[in-house]
């Protein structure tokens, strides 16, 4: 048996008998170290030889969501197109990684209703000051002068989960310690061996 095999004999299995996907969502601040985290993650589940994708929230945005704005409305609806596009890759025995800030709770449960218990929701939190000295993009600095309105955090909320599969302080925990943790969820769950 190869180590593809074993890896996937340990998997839930759907009810066609295929492995059974599942969608790690990080949810935080900008510069929490959600991009960072899931680039680990995806190399790591890659290396596996999982069947894995990275929805991340500015790429998406640019290329599924081009046009949306910063508005509740417009957010909303970029998180629940993620959302679907997860659902799809998961139900079909993807393991997919999304990063993407995600603000409020009720469209975050609104994708978790879409996957059930194969929904994992991750919680990458740092602290406000923490986020903004990682900020290269100088996006806090510009929402902190009143040059970029709705930025999250500064003048539009964050909603932090209520219930997350797992909560990781990466102003505590290094990059590596935040992926061994991920690892070991899903070990837990069956996902991974």
């Given amino acids: 048996m190869t180590e593809t095999q074993a890896a996937t004999k340990e998997r ?4 066609g008998g295929d492995p059974q996907g599942f969608c790690l969502w ?7 170290g959600k991009s960072t985290l899931a680039e680990l993650l995806v190399g790591e589940l ?9 929805l991340d929230g500015d790429i998406v945005r640019t290329n599924l969501s081009k046009g949306l704005g910063f508005s509740k ?6 998180i629940l197109r993620i959302g679907f596009v997860a659902h799809l890759l998961q139900r079909n025995g993807v393991g997919v990684v999304v990063s993407a800030i ?8 609104q994708c978790r209703a879409m996957m059930g218990e194969d929904f994992i929701e991750i919680y990458v939190n740092a602290p406000l000051d923490v986020c903004e000295s990682r900020d290269v993009k100088g996006l806090y600095a510009k929402a902190r ?3 970029l309105k709705g930025f999250t955090g500064i003048d539009d909320p964050y909603e932090p989960p209520d219930n997350p599969e797992l909560e990781l302080r990466t102003d505590a925990l290094s990059p590596t310690e935040c992926l061994a943790k991920v690892l070991g969820l899903l070990e837990e769950r069956g996902y991974l061996r």
């Fill in 102 to 109: 995600s603000p409020y709770k009720d469209v975050r449960n």
């Fill in 73 to 78: 409305e417009d957010r909303d609806t970029n």
């Fill in 12 to 15: 839930p299995m759907s009810t």
């Fill in 145 to 147: 002068a009143g040059e």
């Fill in 46 to 54: 890659q290396h596996r030889d999982l069947k894995v994708e990275l």
């Fill in 26 to 32: 990080l949810t935080g601040l900008s510069g929490a």
